[in-house]
């Protein structure tokens, strides 16, 4: 079978929620991980009688996402009840907007420059948890349930099937993290639920104009679950093109331990969710001057921080990829060349040793383990020849565990490069008479094995003799 | 005269002239309930305890000197539909038997602020379905008219109390007319507010862009007092309106004299009883002595609004009514998987009108059968409000019977869904348009030969939160009527101390 001839036709629906300090329709906290149903309220509980109320934050951040994401906005907008019953959706009905989204028509733009199309971006609110004493509902003794998350607001991002392979996908789930993660809208995080990716993929001969049939994927919980399913479901339903097979119009579960997808439920029998406009809700009105106050207050998002570093800061393209990955860590470079720090250096300090020690630490961008200021400050020291890059590493880690300024560090631990010619003068001497051999080879013209005496020198004075001046002196000592 | 015959406006005033207690005035309605509510039943719960504390609250503040509200005292009787903290809310239906609010409704906590005593919860149809409040899983209210007869619905349980002097004041709640039916039919007046005028937040949901709460009031001049304390907007409720709340009770002696009044020739059309014709004719004849230019108009879909209401209320309820599923309150079935407990719980928890509207409601909204019935029904609505528009742009109110007939006889009606969906055909298209109407009483009618005389009501429609020249129409129509209907009303009720007492009848509604 030849892969080559099938081709890959993917979308997605991304929900992120939106990061509100209440809910999308009342004014719980919307706090993850507190004592279950406490952050509820008759709204989000569902009980009789209970109103919801638009929060104007969500609708602003809504409206920040579709900006960042270059929708257009629609200034009239409508939400409206999906009707299903489910023990975890109070009110069984979700409010969403159907009809009349938010915002439509924007695009991420991949590396290759290949716009992947969003087809529209709504808001909807979240239901609460289940667990289940047991696999699932159906065959469970019983289901405990947490309200706490009913309500939050959440964004629906659909792109229209413009992804043709797990890699783009998962450069569109990147770009789009990123981006609104800049844009200061959602946390984004998939393991914690923040960023929850559906797919719709499907498979066709290439040159087909017909779609073929698309199959839902669920249960995707990181990006390496995207990729792997998506490889998948391509070799599964390719397979089945070739067989002259029909493929079932179905929802699909991926199995992250096996490796697989398994058929949840087909399609054809889908539920008929009976939307019809919340008569609760007026119509979401919104005006230009508004839109444009939301657009003035957009941060600035990644492409741009990336096109600022490289042409103005002259960073690598790498570098400033790299750099960008957070918000927190461009804030804490930008912070660092604030304080006159020189781009590259302390481009390769942040990509070096901090990110290695944060990587083994398990911490988060929004805990960098120095202060810009510090961090700046060591450079200084490295650049005034105070003490040596290799001692900084050093300083550095000491910096990270105690949060002291590196010149305090450098003072109490005595880590000052030696550079006064009498202490140095003591150990070149000293050296010299210990390696008789390797001076006389040196003096015979084997230039190589000074650095083995500089290297001698620098072990005695526990790396602190400032080596530039060691070279000099070495050569000055044995030839004259 | 005993304190509960004052009226309401009289024992406020002598509660703040301290000439009375808010605790003798709860003393005496109390004693009231005690001798007609084993006759009526108009009553799902009575809560003696709390709103004896309540009265006592009233009486320390006015021996503070303190202002008590503009209520004073007054007991207010609730629909149970209404959420009151830490009292049962039934809406008479078995599935929500036994649960207790915990929370407030935003009418409540401006009744309460404003000085209510609230007295208990009131009997109505199931979730507010019906137009006779024979659709309660606890039993049917009686008219104080006629015990064999319904008091209208589905507020029939407010409007009986206020009718029988077991309270001054109620609140109901107003779909397609479930205030000013029952106000016709037990003679007493209703009040059904601008859609957005008084906040929906708290009132168990029905049709959610038709609901509307209103108050009941042995007097326009009562009604008028209660809208003014739960009226305005309301950060729960998106759809209240943010305009000032005007005084209402001082807007009542505005000059009638000048407005123009339209009677629609197509609703006229559908008033089946000759009796309830002849006396809104005289009504006609005492408001154009008023001074009022009565002429004939037309709103031409009248005739689609029945059908458009029997869309668009059902549909929304179908989902409003979801939510009572088992899962987190109310009524649990007990069952072995969990859509068993979905049926079980929903079949066994809900009445048989109730699940008819669902049912009916489910199907307008399903695939398929949206564009034909719940937008096309939609459409329509529109063309019912630009009616109304039209007509109020030459009228300064419409005119018409509240209902078409006077109350029918317990058990009449109810096993036929369309001739008691008939009773609510002047009052739907005034929710369809979302504007305000009173029902003020207007006369009597005696459908049988031997049997009592029965009120009927004065329905006077007004443009969008004109709620101050309907009232103040309302306010003369009624000084002009009340030398010869205030008697009949209190010899009704003295009757009433003389009846028997009846058994609680509870219709097999499964
Ligand atoms: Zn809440």
Known sequence: MSETQYELNVGLEVHVELATASKMFCRCKTKFGDPPNTNVCPVCMGLPGALPVANEEAVRLGVMAALALNCRVNLSSRFDRKNYFYPDLPKAYQISQFEEPLAVSGYVELASGKRIRIRRLHLEEDAGKSMHAGDDITTASYSLLDYNRSGVPLAEIVSEPDISSPEEAREYLEKMQRTLRFAGVSDVKMEEGSMRVDCNVSVRRKGEAQMGVPVELKNLSSFRAVTRALAYEYDRQ??????????????????????????????ESSQDYRYFPDPDLPRLELDEAFIESVQRAMPRLPNQVVDFYVN????????????????????????????????????????????????????????????????????????????????????????????????????????????????????????????????????????????????????????????????????????? | MEIWELGAKNIR?????????????????????AEVEPKIHAYIE???????????????????????????????????????????????????????????????????????????????????????????????????????????GSSGGSAAAVAAGMAPLSLGSDTGGSIR??????????????????????????????????PFGNSVWDCALALEAIAGEDPRDGTTSKRPVPRYTEGLKRPVKGLVAGVPREMMELVTDPGVRREFERALKIISDLGVTVVETSLPTTEYCLDVYYIIAPSEASSNLARFDGVRYGRRAKARDLDEMYYETRGQGFGIEVQRRIMLG????????????????????????????????????????????????IGERVDDPLAMYAADVLTVPVNLAGIPALSVPCGFSRPDESGPELPCGLQIMGKPYDEETVLALGYAFEEACSDWFVPKTAAMRKSLSSQEECEVVVRDTI
């Open chain 1, 238 to 267: 390719s397979r089945l093109i070739e067989q002259g097979k029909r493929i079932a119009r179905e929802t699909r579960h991926w199995d992250e331990d096996k490796g697989v997808t398994v058929s949840l439920r087909a399609k």
């Open chain 1, 312 to 480: 103005v800061l002259g960073l690598p393209k790498y570098d400033a990829e790299v750099l960008t990955v957070d918000p927190n860590l461009v804030k804490f470079f930008d912070r660092c060349v604030e304080l006159g720090g020189e781009p590259k250096p302390v481009s390769n300090w942040l990509m070096g040793d901090i990110m290695a020690y944060m990587n083994a630490k398990g911490l988060s961008y929004d805990t960098i383990p120095v202060t810009p200021e510090n961090l700046v400050a060591m450079l200084g020291l490295i650049k005034d020849g105070v003490i040596s890059g290799k001692i900084a590493k050093d300083v550095l880690i000491k910096m990270f565990e105690t949060g002291k300024a590196p010149g305090d560090i450098v003072k109490e631990e005595g880590l000052e490069q030696v550079s006064d010619d009498a202490s140095l003068s003591v150990i070149v001497d000293s050296v010299i008479a210990a390696n008789p051999e390797v001076v006389a080879q040196f003096k015979a013209g084997k230039d190589k094995v000074l650095g083995f005496l500089v290297g001698q020198v620098m072990k005695a004075s526990k790396g602190r003799a400032n080596p530039a001046k060691v070279n000099i002196m070495l050569r000055e000592k044995i030839l004259s």
């Open chain 2, 13 to 33: 005033e002598q509660v703040l002239r301290k000439e009375i207690s808010a605790q003798e005035v709860l003393d005496s309605f109390l004693a009231r309930t």
């Open chain 2, 46 to 152: 009575l809560i003696e305890p709390q709103a004896r504390l309540d009265a006592a609250r009233v009486d320390a503040l006015i021996m503070r000197g303190e202002d008590p509200g503009p209520l004073a005292g007054l007991p207010v009787a609730l629909k149970d539909n209404l959420n009151l903290k830490g009292v049962q809310c039934t809406c008479a239906s078995r599935i929500l038997e036994g649960y207790i609010s915990p929370y407030d409704a935003t009418a409540v906590k401006k009744l309460r602020k404003a000085g209510a005593v609230f007295t208990g919860k009131t009997n109505c149809d199931e979730f507010a379905m019906g137009s006779s409040t024979e659709n309660s899983a606890f039993g049917v209210t009686r008219n104080p008219w006629d015990l064999q007869r319904v008091p209208g």
């Open chain 2, 181 to 214: 039916q029952p106000a016709s039919f037990t003679g007493v007046c209703g009040l059904k507010p601008t859609y957005g005028r008084v906040s929906r937040y708290g009132l168990v949901a029905f049709g959610s862009s038709l609901d509307q709460i209103g």
């Open chain 2, 362 to 409: 489910t199907f307008a909204l399903s695939a398929g059968y949206y564009d034909a019935y719940y937008l096309r029904a939609a459409r329509i609505r529109t063309l019912v409000r630009r009616d109304f528009d039209k007509a109020f742009a030459a009228h300064d109110v419409l005119l018409s019977p509240t209902a078409p007939m006077v109350a029918f006889k």
